[in-house]
């Protein structure tokens, strides 16, 4: 299995990223695949998630609002749509897999076993 983020940068706050996570090596029709940010000091927080039947996501509320989770099946792609980035959103984030999932939620990281080598979000001016 393979993640791969792509799209982080330095953006002004108020701007706006797309990350997206590429997945691959797997035949899973069920799996989730969620968003996950560390700062430097901070534990890991858990940011969205979507399935890939039905589209399921959850959002967690310090981005709701400001964060969209999209999919495109077609393309085993997921993307992480951030607008009114503050500098708080500061992070390296990570997508990870769940195979054979077919709810999310980013609560924990129980359940995905399978992680991406991150992208750096930096919001600053």
């Known amino acids: 299995v393979r993640l791969v983020e792509s799209g982080g940068g330095l953006v002004q706050p108020g701007g706006s990223l797309r990350l997206s996570c590429a997945a691959s090596?797997?035949?899973?029709?069920?799996?989730?695949i969620g968003w996950f940010r560390q700062a430097p000091g901070k534990e890991r927080e858990g940011v969205s998630c979507?399935?890939?039947?039905?589209?399921?996501?959850n959002v967690a509320d310090s981005v709701k609002g400001r964060f969209t989770i999209s999919r495109d099946n077609a393309k085993n792609t997921v993307y992480l749509q951030m607008n009114s980035l503050k500098p708080e959103d500061t992070a390296v984030y990570y997508c990870a897999a769940d195979l054979g999932a077919y709810s999310c939620t980013v609560v924990s990281a129980y359940g995905y076993d399978y992680w991406g080598q991150g992208t750096q979000v930096t919001v600053s001016s």
């Open positions: 979507v399935t890939s039947s039905r589209g399921r996501t």
């Open positions: 090596g797997f035949s899973s029709d069920y799996y989730a």
